[in-house]
């Protein structure tokens, strides 16, 4: 059986974040310990994850995502070199479309996430 631990690890970034360790559990004792261990570690958990406000979590999640969707598009982005790779027209359209979808997606999420906000704030004067 593998069980999680949790535990502060500091990142690149010199930020201390959660972290999660498995072991492997083998017998029935050590697994009522680890049990107990765990249910431990969760309530710490949620107390470390809820003292962060929502604004430090969507700053460091959306530098971390934009920066990995940056690479990926540059990696995708590669596959255009025909000294490396055959495609054709369409195969390049289908990827293009894809991602041209998914970028309109994204916007719609957050225009909406916007204008709710804006609607839902009523002042007089």
Known sequence: MRTAIFRNVQCATGVVRPAILFIIVEDVATRVAHMLYLSRVRRLWN????DRDKRERFVE???????????MLRLIGNLSNTSNYEYSHEDAQKILS????????LRAKFQAALSRRAKDEFKLG
Not at 47 to 50: A, D, G, S
Request: charged share 35%; net charge neutral.
């Open 47 to 50: 107390e470390l994850t809820m």
């Open 61 to 71: 999640l959306g530098e971390a995502r934009v920066r990995k969707a940056t690479q």
């Open 98 to 105: 894809t991602l041209d979808n998914e970028i309109k997606l």
